[in-house]
Nanobody, 118 residues
Framework: QAQLRESGGGLVQAGGSLRLSCARS????????MAWYRQAPGKQRELVAD???????NYVDSVKGRFTISRDNAKNIMYLQMNNLKPEDTAVYYC????????????WGQGTQVTVSS
């Protein structure tokens, strides 16, 4: 069964940095895209950044220039480097992997909490 596990969340002051990791077990099929989402209290889950199988990346406007999504295919790990964090970045961060066999919802991790204090 495919598994994703996020780590690296925590409490940080505004202006600080964190690096999130998403380690995945063997996933059936070929990967179409991997992504980081976040959900703040009382808000809908939103896409933060994604990376395609070809390496193209996209970011939500609010994190452009501050966050970087990357992957290490040899280690089956995806990262989200978050710099210059702001209190509005506070949320639970989830990783998501979509494959050719599961292209719509994909697989989800359990989430990791990021809290940015002002």
């Amino acid at each position: 069964q495919a598994q994703l596990r996020e780590s690296g969340g925590g409490l940080v002051q505004a202006g600080g940095s964190l690096r999130l990791s998403c380690a995945r077990s063997v996933i059936p099929g070929s990967i179409n895209a991997m992504a980081w989402y976040r959900q703040a209290p009382g808000k809908q889950r939103e896409l933060v950044a994604d990376i395609s199988s070809g390496g193209s990346t996209n970011y939500v406007d609010s994190v452009k220039g501050r966050f970087t999504i990357s992957r290490d295919n040899a280690k089956n790990i995806m990262y989200l480097q978050m710099n210059n964090l702001k209190p509005e970045d506070t949320a639970v961060y989830y990783c998501n992997v979509r494959t050719n066999l599961n292209p719509r919802t994909g697989y989800w991790g359990q989430g990791t909490q990021v809290t940015v204090s002002s």
